[in-house]
């Protein structure tokens, strides 16, 4: 690897301990061997698995924030699409059908726009044109 300092591996079984030896050698002879041992992430499996996005402020979310979303498959009309359980933004799914907290509203879109806002009952995050 020369002067490189960090590896990148693609292909490699979902929950499985994969163990790497390093080493390094120069005029001066070998260093001893080290061995790095690591086990990568579960597979991803809709309805049993979870999404952790990094929303960042911008040009679509209006905050920035941390959402892990449940998933779901197999919805009526859609089966073979894997869906999330919560609104963009919300921080967890609705208790009831009534239930219009912004915890569990999420962020709102005018139609045909891609920046979301958010709404807390008083203030409205971007600030928007009222079109």
């Known amino acids: 690897m020369f002067a490189a300092t ?3 591996e693609t292909g490699l079984s979902c929950g499985t301990p994969h163990t790497r ?5 120069n005029a ?5 061997v080290t061995s790095l041992t690591k086990t990568t992430s579960a597979c991803f499996s809709c309805g049993a698995s979870t999404i952790t996005i990094n929303h960042a ?8 924030k941390t ?7 197999n919805i009526p009309g859609e ?3 894997c ?3 919560s609104n963009l933004g919300a921080d967890h799914q609705a208790s009831a059908v009534s239930d219009a907290t912004e915890a569990s509203a999420g962020w709102y879109w005018q139609f045909n726009r891609k ?6 009952g008083t203030t409205k995050r971007p600030c928007m044109d009222e079109d």
């Open 6 to 8: 960090a590896k990148t």
């Open 67 to 73: 959402v892990t979303y449940g998933t779901v498959t």
């Open 21 to 25: 030896y390093v080493w390094a050698y």
């Open 28 to 32: 001066c002879g070998i260093s001893a």
């Open 83 to 85: 869906w999330i359980t």
């Open 115 to 120: 920046q979301g806002y958010k709404h807390d």
């Open 57 to 64: 402020a911008g040009a679509v979310a209006p905050v920035t």
């Open 79 to 81: 089966t073979s699409k």
